[in-house]
């Protein structure tokens, strides 16, 4: 059994026309355990080899080579039904390179890109159909770019501006019909300058403006039927003045 001894694979390959023997270690949780974030063995030294996690009924749930105890290689994880979860890169302990995840049906469901075990480059999602749910922009583990989420349908959802992890510029939210319903402006996080949200129809629901996240100036309040019915003066926060129609 295999939960119950150490193995040793014999894997044989030829190169340069003759047979060269090369022996991988398997380990599994009785002949290696965690020690402060390294595997070792039963004499306590970090392990080189593959190791692997089985269920009960000895499915296989995970797969990971590793040197020196920490992993480094084709990480890969099962559900107790056999079907692949994820798999990912490591690089001495840290995911280097891309990390993907999947839905039962097999399609990917986040593709992630890591360096040095913080999130870096582009990363997608994805609905279980295969279309792109959202994509996202990182540097260094923060958030950079622009964020744009679908509706299954393919339609953008919201488009959000991030900079050095911090809302910074425009964010825009829309319907399933490509209506626009709302549009932020955004400074080191803050709401700063135009502030505008729209009904389903289009039509303008309120037209505001802000300084460092506070209204300030004449903010406009209309009907559906686009008719304005408030005009609210604000500074620093503050009311100032309301006037209805």
């Known amino acids: 059994m295999l939960k119950k001894f150490l193995s040793v694979t014999l894997l044989c390959f030829f190169l340069c026309g ?8 398997l380990y599994n949780d009785e002949t290696s355990v965690e020690e402060n974030d390294i595997r070792v063995d039963a004499n306590h030294q970090p392990i080189t080899g593959v190791y692997q996690k089985h269920s009960k009924k000895m499915r296989l749930l995970e797969e990971v080579q590793y040197v020196n105890g920490k992993p480094d290689g084709l990480y890969k994880a099962y559900s107790p039904k056999g079907y692949l979860l994820m798999t990912a890169q490591y690089k001495k302990g840290k995911r280097q390179g891309q990390t993907v995840t ?16 913080k999130l870096d ?20 583990g923060k958030k950079n770019g622009i964020f744009t989420e679908f509706y299954p349908n393919n339609i953008v959802k919201s488009t959000i501006t991030y900079r050095n ?3 910074h ?10 209506h626009l319903i709302n549009y932020t402006e955004y400074t ?21 403006y802000r300084k460092k996240d506070k209204l300030d100036g004449v ?12 005009m609210i003066t604000y500074k620093n926060g503050d009311e100032i003045q309301r006037v209805k129609f």
């Open 165 to 167: 992890d911090k809302l």
């Open 169 to 178: 510029g425009p964010s825009r939210f829309y319907t399933s019909h490509k």
């Open 121 to 140: 480059g582009s990363q997608f999602g994805y609905y279980k159909n295969g279309a792109l749910m959202y994509k996202k922009s990182y540097i260094n």
């Open 18 to 25: 003759c047979q060269v023997a090369q022996l991988t270690t």
């Open 102 to 117: 999947y839905y039962q049906n097999g399609k990917p469901q986040e593709v992630l890109n890591y360096n040095k075990d």
């Open 188 to 208: 080191k996080g803050l709401r700063e300058g135009p502030a505008f949200s729209y009904y389903p129809n289009e039509k303008p629901k309120v037209l505001s």
């Open 219 to 230: 903010s406009k309040y209309f009907d559906k039927k686009g008719n304005l019915t408030e």
